[in-house]
């Protein structure tokens, strides 16, 4: 069973910066693609960005420009740099590992999710 452990999350003031790491205990490479979702209080989790093992990515709009999502292979971890944050980022921040099988199913792995808090 892979786990992934998030960090990096806190309280930063509007156009500020953090960065947030996920560490697998196994290879990443099992993964079909890894990402990051959000869930603010009161909304549905939502998808933030993707990224693939051959490095393809994908933004949700409301961060496109703002947040860089990337991956290290040898050190089995993803990021997620956010930038220029706003105060609706707000969220529990949960990393995301997904797997394809044989027969089409797909199986989530899930972090345990990190705050992040944008405020004055």
């Known amino acids: 069973q892979v786990q992934l452990v998030e960090s990096g999350g806190g309280l930063v003031q509007p156009g500020g910066s953090l960065s947030l790491s996920c560490a697998a205990s196994g290879s990443i490479f099992r993964f079909n693609a890894m990402g990051w979702y959000r869930q603010a209080p009161g909304k549905q989790r939502e998808l933030v960005a993707t990224?693939?093992?051959?490095?393809?990515?994908y933004y949700a709009d409301s961060v496109k420009g703002r947040f860089t999502i990337s991956r290290d292979n040898a050190k089995n971890t993803v990021f997620l740099q956010m930038n220029s944050l706003k105060p609706e980022d707000t969220a529990v921040y949960y990393c995301?590992?997904?797997?394809?099988?044989?027969?089409?199913?797909?199986?989530?792995?899930w972090g345990q999710g990190t705050q992040v808090t944008v405020s004055s």
């Open positions: 995301n590992g997904f797997e394809i099988g044989v027969f089409g199913n797909r199986r989530d792995y």
């Open positions: 990224i693939t093992g051959g490095g393809n990515t």
